[in-house]
């Protein structure tokens, strides 16, 4: 097998903003509730936080020709709300704009396709302040004021929109029942309702994004939703447990609750009844804004949850990693390459969305990378990683599946949340001391991939 991938296969990185650009107070740009969230002590694994990062905001030129040495044609990066409203609604920062310019001529420049993701997780802390971010409704309409303001000035650079990256990362691991959310803003609430409130209000946010994104641009553009949805894999590949995998993907994770309204109009029924008091309030006709046209789907692909055909009520169980089961270096990155078929196809068959062109926009891991005397950073575990997620895709295409596109995560080592700069997940070294690059084996790996149009 040669693994060849069609002609004109997207090849590409990913990264996003907080997570990489530093220069938290340059250009005018306030604070957002990562800043907040990251100077608290205790809540970063060795107090680490985005203030420096990658000093990207500084560097994005070198960084361009990095892509540009790794021979991507396109780029999917975040934009930070902050930095271009600084206080989460009203005026906008023209130097925030500014610096986006210029990475996107420099993009140009090098033939590189930019993909913009409208947000990241990196709300404005204003917006914290005045009504709790995503705990109120408020929140979308700024959200897709914010939307217009970027696209009517920056729409003559960038046609390939995301609205929203990972719902379930910023409200349900942002907000949590009496307990400490390890995200930003981590806001302790009362009720499981209010949890699933705040990403009904992310949901609303996309769709009026998505009005605001096509009504403020200039020419034709393209807007997708990013979701890290749980792939269902099913155990052996028998009918049987094919069918499990179909029904347990529903009630797993926030899959139906977050990516089903999006691309359905509607949340899972079984989901609905198994919350009972503690779904979201859904108003009328938030339905209709919530379910958009979408012109492709980005997911973020790292692991799933194998299922079975098993005599339980409801047919099927869902199976727990057995001790010892591979995993790379966090501690829910276990390593289950079929998640990415999977999760292509269920968006095919278990949503019937078999129209929608899907972009694998995140794809990577965390590996316990140092440096040789040498110099090298050889992440044989990291090839390994991604040509076996790379072989997954392959076989969607070979089936008919319509991927269009890869982003490995990440260009390079960056602001790994709460993780910190302990956890590196890129193709590139980033020694923090010296902000130098060091591109790792796994970064020549991809390269070739590129470079040959196949999984090498
Ligand atoms: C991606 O999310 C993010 O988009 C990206 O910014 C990040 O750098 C990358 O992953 C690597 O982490 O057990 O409560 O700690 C991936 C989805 C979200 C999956 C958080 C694991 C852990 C939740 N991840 N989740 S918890």
């Given at each position: 097998m040669s693994y060849e991938f069609p002609p004109g296969f997207e090849w590409g990185v990913a990264t996003a903003a907080y997570q990489i650009e530093g220069a938290i107070a340059a250009g005018g740009r306030k604070p957002s509730v990562w800043d907040t969230f990251s100077a608290l002590p205790g809540r970063i694994l060795q107090g680490a936080t985005g203030a420096i990062a990658c000093d990207h905001y500084h560097r994005y030129a070198e960084d361009v020709k990095w892509m540009a040495e790794l021979g991507i044609k396109h780029y999917r990066f975040s934009l930070a709300w902050s930095r271009i409203i600084p206080d989460g609604r009203g005026s906008v920062n023209e130097t925030g704009i500014d610096f986006y310019r210029r990475l996107l001529d420099c993009l140009q420049h090098y033939g590189i396709t930019p993909h913009a993701t409208l947000f990241h997780w990196d709300s404005p802390q204003a917006l914290e302040e005045l009504y709790g971010s995503w705990q109120s409704r408020d929140m979308a309409q700024d959200f897709a004021d914010y939307a217009t303001a970027v696209v009517s000035r920056l729409g003559d650079r960038i046609t390939s929109w995301m609205t929203i990256n990972e719902i379930v990362c910023f409200t349900h691991i942002?907000?949590?029942?009496?307990?400490?959310?390890?995200?930003?803003?981590?806001?302790?609430?009362?009720?499981?309702?209010?949890?699933?409130?705040?990403?009904?209000?992310?949901?609303?946010?996309?769709?009026?994004?998505?009005?605001?994104?096509?009504?403020?641009?200039?020419?034709?553009?393209?807007?997708?939703?990013?979701?890290?949805?749980?792939?269902?894999?099913?155990?052996?590949?028998?009918?049987?447990?094919?069918?499990?995998?179909?029904?347990?993907?529903?009630?797993?994770?926030?899959?139906?609750?977050?990516?089903?309204?999006?691309?359905?109009?509607?949340?899972?029924?079984?989901?609905?009844?198994?919350?009972?008091?503690?779904?979201?309030?859904?108003?009328?006709?938030?339905?209709?804004?919530?379910?958009?046209?979408?012109?492709?789907?980005?997911?973020?692909?790292?692991?799933?949850?194998?299922?079975?055909?098993?005599?339980?009520?409801?047919?099927?169980?869902?199976?727990?990693?057995?001790?010892?089961?591979?995993?790379?270096?966090?501690?829910?990155?276990?390593?289950?390459?079929?998640?990415?078929?999977?999760?292509?196809?269920?968006?095919?068959?278990?949503?019937?969305?078999?129209?929608?062109?899907?972009?694998?926009?995140?794809?990577?891991?965390?590996?316990?990378?140092?440096?040789?005397?040498?110099?090298?950073?050889?992440?044989?575990?990291?090839?390994?990683?991604?040509?076996?997620?790379?072989?997954?895709?392959?076989r969607a295409i070979q089936e008919g599946y319509p991927l269009q596109g890869y982003f490995a995560w990440t260009l390079m080592d960056n602001f790994e949340w709460a993780y910190g700069c302990d956890r590196r997940f890129g193709l590139l070294y980033t020694d923090y001391e010296t902000q130098r690059r060091i591109p790792k084996a796994s970064f020549h790996w991809y390269r070739e991939c590129i470079r040959q149009n196949r999984v090498v």
């Amino acid at each position: 097998m040669s693994y060849e991938f069609p002609p004109g296969f997207e090849w590409g990185v990913a990264t996003a903003a907080y997570q990489i650009e530093g220069a938290i107070a340059a250009g005018g740009r306030k604070p957002s509730v990562w800043d907040t969230f990251s100077a608290l002590p205790g809540r970063i694994l060795q107090g680490a936080t985005g203030a420096i990062a990658c000093d990207h905001y500084h560097r994005y030129a070198e960084d361009v020709k990095w892509m540009a040495e790794l021979g991507i044609k396109h780029y999917r990066f975040s934009l930070a709300w902050s930095r271009i409203i600084p206080d989460g609604r009203g005026s906008v920062n023209e130097t925030g704009i500014d610096f986006y310019r210029r990475l996107l001529d420099c993009l140009q420049h090098y033939g590189i396709t930019p993909h913009a993701t409208l947000f990241h997780w990196d709300s404005p802390q204003a917006l914290e302040e005045l009504y709790g971010s995503w705990q109120s409704r408020d929140m979308a309409q700024d959200f897709a004021d914010y939307a217009t303001a970027v696209v009517s000035r920056l729409g003559d650079r960038i046609t390939s929109w995301m609205t929203i990256n990972e719902i379930v990362c910023f409200t349900h691991i942002g907000y949590d029942v009496n307990r400490i959310p390890v995200h930003a803003p981590g806001t302790s609430v009362a009720s499981l309702k209010q949890v699933w409130q705040t990403s009904h209000h992310a949901l609303l946010a996309h769709g009026l994004a998505c009005q605001a994104i096509r009504a403020a641009s200039p020419g034709p553009c393209s807007v997708a939703l990013v979701d890290n949805f749980v792939p269902t894999v099913p155990l052996t590949e028998s009918a049987a447990d094919i069918a499990a995998a179909r029904q347990a993907f529903h009630l797993h994770g926030t899959n139906g609750g977050i990516l089903e309204p999006a691309l359905t109009g509607a949340y899972s029924p079984a989901l609905l009844a198994q919350l009972g008091e503690n779904a979201p309030e859904i108003r009328d006709g938030d339905l209709a804004i919530v379910h958009q046209p979408l012109d492709w789907i980005g997911f973020n692909s790292y692991f799933g949850t194998y299922a079975r055909a098993a005599e339980t009520p409801a047919g099927y169980e869902v199976l727990p990693f057995p001790q010892g089961y591979p995993q790379l270096n966090m501690p829910w990155l276990h390593f289950v390459p079929d998640c990415l078929y999977w999760g292509i196809r269920h968006l095919s068959e278990t949503l019937n969305r078999p129209d929608l062109p899907v972009r694998v926009t995140e794809n990577g891991c965390a590996g316990q990378d140092s440096l040789t005397e040498a110099g090298e950073v050889l992440d044989s575990d990291r090839i390994l990683f991604l040509r076996q997620y790379l072989r997954s895709a392959h076989r969607a295409i070979q089936e008919g599946y319509p991927l269009q596109g890869y982003f490995a995560w990440t260009l390079m080592d960056n602001f790994e949340w709460a993780y910190g700069c302990d956890r590196r997940f890129g193709l590139l070294y980033t020694d923090y001391e010296t902000q130098r690059r060091i591109p790792k084996a796994s970064f020549h790996w991809y390269r070739e991939c590129i470079r040959q149009n196949r999984v090498v």
